[in-house]
C-alpha cells in the first residue's frame, strides 16, 4: 500500500488562507489580554488598523461593566460550584462559603 491509496482529510495541494474574521478576533485577543506584550498589543493595533477595524480596549465588554451587575443566582451558582469541586483547596472553599452567607444563600 503506497501514500496514494491513503484517503488524505485534507489535500496536500490545498491552498488555505485564513478566515478575516477569526484574524481580526484574534487581533482583538491580543490587545485585551493582559499578558500579551505591548509589542504585540502595538502589532494588532496595526494589523487592525489596516482593515480599518480600529480597536480600543477600554470600550471592550469583558463580563460585566460598572453599569451592569453580576447576576447574584450566577454568583451564588458559581461559589457552590467551588465549594462541591475537589479541586479547589480547602481555604478557598471556605472563602467560597463566607461569600455566599454574605449574598443569603
Known sequence: ???GDIPQEVPASADYEAEPENV???H???ISNP???QQAKDKS???LES???PYDESTASHG???TQEK???NVARGLKASISNPGVSDEAKEAARDKLKKLGG
Open 64 to 66: 460585566a461593566t460598572e
Open 45 to 47: 493595533r496595526k494589523v
Open 28 to 30: 482583538k485577543a491580543t
Open 35 to 37: 499578558n500579551t506584550s
Open 1 to 3: 500500500m503506497d501514500e
Open 71 to 73: 447576576d447574584p443566582g
Open 24 to 26: 481580526l478576533r484574534g
Open 51 to 53: 482593515y480599518d477595524e
